[in-house]
């Protein structure tokens, strides 16, 4: 079946660092991709998405690249702020199963000042 | 973005007892709304789909004389934990879709003793 894989976290970084956060997955066809956001105390936030091939989601800085050829949707942020400091989910809907989706494990991020 | 809430944010429960959760779409109309669960530091597992005016339905695994899930009205499902046991003690998550995107709920802690 469909699944995710995402980095292990925690993740800690400093103020302005260059982050990533590595999302693999696999599936049949053409899954649609996402990227949620979950800040303490909150429910999942959509960061951004991609739903075809090369397709580039960018939401506050974060961005992502849909790249079937490695079956991936790495996160990327260029300079991270305090304010990022969360639990950072990938995840798809595939081609069947209509609207489900299917959760990467989470990376939880903690920006120090 | 539409707005779902859940109630009650927090729970605690004696053994054998019954937990009803409410999810709710403030200011939209679902149709479909969704049940996870997410253990420490893992990931949102599916456990249910839930259609208004119909039967929901089961992800593999998930006991449905145990999550007992109504989704009588278009604005709110509810989920019970039957006879709920120390490890049905977990965070519960909803979510609503309103096409194409999926809201969710800022989760249900639920401790049972």
């Known amino acids: 079946g469909d699944s995710v894989t995402q980095m292990e976290g925690p993740v800690t970084l400093s103020e302005e660092a260059f982050l990533t956060i590595n999302c693999t997955y696999t599936?049949?066809?053409?899954?649609?991709l996402f990227w949620y956001v979950q800040y303490p105390g909150e429910g999942l936030q959509l960061l951004l998405k991609a739903t075809k091939a090369d397709d580039k989601g960018s939401n506050k800085g974060f961005e992502a690249t849909y790249r079937k050829e490695t079956t991936s949707f790495h996160l990327e942020k260029g300079s991270v702020q305090v304010s990022d400091s969360a639990v950072y989910f990938c995840a798809l809907r595939g081609v069947q199963g209509a609207q489900k989706l299917v959760f990467g494990q989470g990376t939880r991020l903690t920006i120090n000042p | 973005g539409a707005v779902v809430s859940q109630h009650p944010s927090r729970v605690i429960c004696k053994s054998g007892t019954s937990v009803k959760i409410e999810c709710r779409s403030l200011d939209f109309q679902a149709t479909t709304m969704f049940w996870y669960r997410q253990f420490p530091k893992q990931s949102l597992m599916l456990m249910a789909t839930s259609n208004e005016g119909s039967k929901a339905t089961y992800e593999q695994g998930v006991e449905k004389d145990k999550f007992l899930i109504n989704h009588a009205s278009l604005t709110l499902s509810t989920l019970t934990v039957t006879s709920a046991h120390p490890e049905d003690s977990s965070f519960y998550i909803c979510?609503?879709?309103?096409?194409?995107?999926?809201?969710f709920g800022p989760g249900t802690r639920l401790t049972v003793l």
């Open positions: 599936a049949t066809g053409y899954p649609s």
């Open positions: 979510s609503a879709m309103d096409p194409p995107e999926q809201f």
